[in-house]
């Protein structure tokens, strides 16, 4: 059972551009929660998915950002119109979503780059 | 809403010395509490977690923490440290009384341990 996987391990976009985060949960696993790290700080939720379904958005940026988690492939998270400040490690993490007190798996993250 | 804190941002222990990490929570409900290592450029780890029962709980790589309902807190402690132990620790927690999956983290906290 491959653990958590996100594509690409790093990416380089300009100011502007769009970037693209995939994440693909652990086979049985129907939940995903979105966190972004910013160099010298913690993890800030971002966003909490079940398939197809947003749960809590309540860490997302009001513009620019957005995620999905469709029925079929990974979930998304999709940054618009790049800033500097965008860049940051964006972490994925999947739990079963059958207990609460489960532990998250997580994946070992995308390093976004805005030059 | 819950919470987490870390209030050290960094704790150094010399090799074969106990250490401790702090952290300190707040929810409405009962809390799950998780701690997280993350080693450098990869992802999260699980280390151990709380959920009922037994307020002393053992983890992974000789860990240990202990959930304190009146002072609300969840330290995480090795009675003797070693230095492939340094990396980033995240404490985390979800509330019990609100039926989410939603896992808030603290900022971290970097531990240093010399030889």
């Known amino acids: 059972n491959a653990g958590v996987m996100q594509n690409p391990r790093h990416l380089v976009r300009r100011r502007g551009q769009e970037a693209r985060l995939r994440c693909s949960p652990m086979k049985g696993h129907s939940h995903v929660y979105w966190y972004r790290q910013l160099p010298e700080e913690g993890l800030k939720f971002m966003v909490y998915l079940q398939k197809e379904n947003i749960i809590d958005e309540s860490g997302m940026p009001k513009e620019r950002f957005s995620a999905e988690f469709p029925k079929e492939g990974p979930s998304i998270l999709r940054i618009q119109q790049v800033v500097r400040g965008d860049s940051a490690a964006y972490f994925c993490?999947?739990?079963?979503?059958?207990?609460?007190?489960?532990?998250?798996?997580f994946g070992q993250g995308t390093r976004l780059t805005v030059v | 809403a819950q919470s987490v804190a870390q209030p050290e941002d960094q704790v150094n222990v010399a090799e074969g010395n106990p250490l401790t990490v702090k952290c300190t929570y707040s929810v409405s409900g009962n809390p799950y509490l998780f701690w997280y290592v993350q080693y450098p450029n990869r992802g999260l780890q699980f280390l151990l977690k709380y959920i009922t029962g037994d307020n002393l709980v053992k983890g992974s790589y000789g860990f240990e923490a202990e959930f304190n309902k009146s002072q609300t807190s969840f330290h995480l402690k090795k009675p003797s440290a070693l230095v492939s132990d340094s990396a980033l620790y995240f404490c985390?927690?979800?509330?019990?009384?609100?039926?989410?999956?939603?896992?808030?983290f603290g900022a971290g906290t970097r531990l240093f341990v010399k030889a």
């Open positions: 985390a927690v979800r509330d019990a009384g609100t039926g989410g999956f939603k896992t808030i």
């Open positions: 993490a999947s739990s079963p979503g059958t207990l609460q007190g489960e532990k998250a798996f």
